[in-house]
Nanobody
Framework: QVEVQESGPVLVKPSQTLSLTCTVS??????????WSWVRQPQGKGLEWMGV???????YYSPSRKSCTSISRNTSKNQITLQLTSVTPEDTAVYYC??????????????????????????WGQGTQVTVSS
């Protein structure tokens, strides 16, 4: 069974860079047709998909924070990293790492953002609370 664990700072100052790490165990992040996303949920609001890295290393981002968002991976450690630059208090949220299995034929047009945001996630981390405050 795949287990997902997010880690990183709980408090970040405005304008700084937030860096979170997602460690996956029980399955390889490079397994074919698997995609690993970062999703966040501000208090009292719904889930917001931020971006994804696929099994081949391709990345796609939500247009809302694309210019400030970077997702990378370390395959030897089976980890996915989220970096969010120039953070503001609006970035305060619980951040989740979540996995999806998407067959190639279901991927849709590139960039497959609609596919990522319209499907349920099969694997979730417990989430980590991040507060942006001075």
């Amino acid at each position: 069974q795949v287990e997902v664990q997010e880690s990183g700072p709980v408090l970040v100052k405005p304008s700084q860079t937030l860096s979170l790490t997602c460690t996956v165990s029980g399955g390889s992040i490079t397994r074919s047709y698997y995609y690993w996303s970062w999703v966040r949920q501000p208090q009292g609001k719904g889930l917001e998909w931020m971006g994804v890295i696929g099994y081949s290393g391709s990345t796609y981002y939500s247009p809302s924070r694309k210019s400030c968002t970077s997702i990378s991976r370390n395959t030897s450690k089976n980890q996915i990293t989220l970096q969010l630059t120039s953070v503001t208090p609006e970035d305060t949220a619980v951040y989740y790492c979540a996995g999806q299995n998407i067959p190639l034929e279901d991927l849709g047009p590139s960039p497959p953002i609609h596919t990522m945001t319209s499907r349920n996630f099969g694997s979730w981390g417990q989430g980590t609370q991040v507060t942006v405050s001075s």
